[in-house]
Structures are given as structure tokens and as C-alpha cells.
């Protein structure tokens, strides 16, 4: 609802309507009424057009509505111009800077709810993110690897150094004294203790582990991207620990059927969190043309929203680790999921959204 336009002089004017009278200059109640008369209407239109937007969106209007906003919209803010010049009483100038800001969010701002919102995130924004991150996400995949190599090596040579490359709370029961027998029966091909101790309890614990993880190897991107760096290779010489002290013990094909079940989306999601930390830090140290401010907070929302969407993919690994890995025993069929999610990802990161990457970011 506008608020009442009844005019009155602001504060301090008053005591001037004397001489203002006296002079022959018209007081300023009567100027205001003037200017209102003859726009009051178009304003009450627009008024009405932008709360049933608000309140409905763009399909409560018609084709000749829609036509008309724009046009109303220009009038308004031409109104708000000439009645700040003017020195119109507040009550006025607050109805129009209110309606005008309104209108503006209504012509120019998003058109989506949120759930559209959300699928054209998937669908468009996200792929299209990481496809421009693809230098960023070879550093750190290179990082990854060369930590797993390193893993693999170092417990290779010495077994002792899985516990010092491991933290406890990871390997659990796990280490060199573990036989073949007690990594089939406790981890590989353990049995599946139940939906709830799988689907809720231990997918929920992961989620919220590996978020963390990922979120901070992004965040860390503000420091230049070494930590990001040092945290993905730390990342690939914990499951390089973990490869070397199951292949010791003849389980290497087993092991990675175990991992890749979650692992390719897991460690997918911990690369873009990565990646998307490395092109904060690039932005910091080279913020080309712009500014660095404005250079941070241009690519840096766009790296935002890749570590964003990492988080789904954690959520899914979650998923997949916790509820469906205990549920298929055989190493095959591991496989078989792993390269089902590898291929899924692949398209989708490749194709989805190609329309929009024209004038995209290179």
C-alpha cells in the first residue's frame, strides 16, 4: 500500500510560507500538489503492477503489462529526480525512491524462483564454472598425484611411515600390523550394518568431514594458493599410504575397487575445491586490468560458486560411500559404479551449459 501523500513543508519551511505567499511565489503544498497532479496515476499503476510481481511473479501480468513496466518504470525515476530538485516534501520523495527501487528489482533483477533458480545453477553455471578452471584443475591434480606417489613410496620402503602419514582418527584400526584377513573382514568387505547406520549416520559423518576439508582447501586459496596446493598433495599422500599398505599385503585391485566407488566423486569435488582456491590466489597476485578488489570480487564470486557446487558432489560421495559401498561386495561391480559416475561427470561437465559459454570467462 503507497503511504498517504497528504503534503506538508518539510521542517524549517514552514515559517517561510508567509513571505513565499507574499511574494507571489506559490507556497510549497500547492507546488507539490501540482506535480502530483498527472502523475499520481501512472505512479499507482506502476505501484500495483510491481506488488502483484512480488507477490506472483511475471505471469500475473499481460502482454500489455509487461510492455508498460519498463515505460512506467523510466517515468517514475524522472518523477524522483525532478521532485529531489525541487525540495518536495519527504513523505513524497520516500514513496518514490521506495517505488522506484522496487520497480528496478522488478524490470532488472532475477526472474527466477528459486527452484529454477537452483536447476540453472546445475545445469548452466556450475559445468560452465569448472570448464573454466580447467589450468587450475590440472595443478592440483598434478599436486594430487605426485602426494600419492609420494605416499606410495614412502610406506612402500618403510611401512612404519603409514602412521606418521595418517592421522589416527583415519586409519582406525588399520596399520602395518593389519593383516589381509582383518582389512577384508573390517574394511573391504565389511558386513552392512543397516540403512540407518549407513544411509544416515555414516554418510551424514562423511558429508560433513569431506565439506570441511574441501572448503578449506578453497579458503586457503586467500593465502596465495600454497596451502591449497600442500593440502590437496597432503590428500594424495594419505590414499597413497593407504594403496602401498594394501598392496603389501596383495589387495591393491581390491583396494582401489573399495575407493572408487566414492572416490571418483569425492576426489572430483576435492580438485574443484582446489581449483577454485588457486583462482582466488591468481586473482590476488594477478588481477589483470581491474583493480585487485574488483578483480577478487569478480572471479573470486565465480570460484565461490565451484566450491558451492562441490559441496553437492560431496553430499553425493557421501551417499555413495556410506550406503552404497557396503551393499555391493563384489570388486566388479565396484568398478562398474565407478565407471558409471566417471562417465556421468564427464558429460555433464563437458556438455551441460555449452549454449551459455558464449562471452564466457576463458
Known sequence: MSPDLQERAPAGAARHLGPAR??????????????????????????????RIEGRGFDSLSAEEVQEL???????????????????????????????????LAVYGPRLGLGRTFLRFLSHDFPRAVRAL????????VALLAGTLAGYLLVHSDP?????????????????????????????????????ETFVIFANSLFRHNTLVGLLSFGLGFALGLPTVLLVAYNGLIMGAFLALHAELGLAVDFLGWLSIHGVT??????????????????????GDLPRLDSLALYGRRAASVAAGAVILFFIAGFL?????????????????ALVTAAAWLFYFTRLGREADHGAER
Open 22 to 51: 507574499a511574494e507571489g511565489r506559490p507556497a510549497l503544498t500547492l507546488r507539490s500538489a501540482e506535480f502530483r497532479k498527472g502523475r499520481e496515476s501512472a505512479w499507482r499503476r506502476l505501484d500495483d503492477m510491481v506488488g
Open 70 to 104: 519498463p515505460l512506467l518504470y523510466r517515468a517514475a525515476m524522472s518523477s524522483l529526480s525532478v521532485a529531489r530538485n525541487i525540495l518536495l516534501d519527504r513523505n513524497l520523495l520516500l514513496y518514490l525512491e521506495n517505488l522506484c527501487l522496487r520497480a528496478y
Open 134 to 141: 580447467r589450468p587450475h584443475l590440472l595443478a592440483v591434480t
Open 160 to 196: 612404519h611411515y603409514f602412521s606418521l602419514i595418517v592421522p589416527e582418527s583415519l586409519a582406525g584400526s588399520r596399520g602395518p600390523e593389519s593383516s589381509a584377513e582383518d582389512l577384508i573382514r573390517t574394511e573391504l568387505f565389511a558386513p552392512w550394518p543397516g540403512f540407518v
Open 266 to 287: 569425492e576426489i572430483l569435488a576435492v580438485l574443484l575445491c582446489g581449483a577454485a582456491g588457486l583462482r582466488v590466489a591468481e586473482k590476488i597476485i594477478f588481477p
Open 321 to 337: 560411500e556410506g550406503g552404497f559401498r557396503p551393499l555391493i561386495s563384489q570388486t566388479a561391480g565396484r568398478y562398474a559404479v
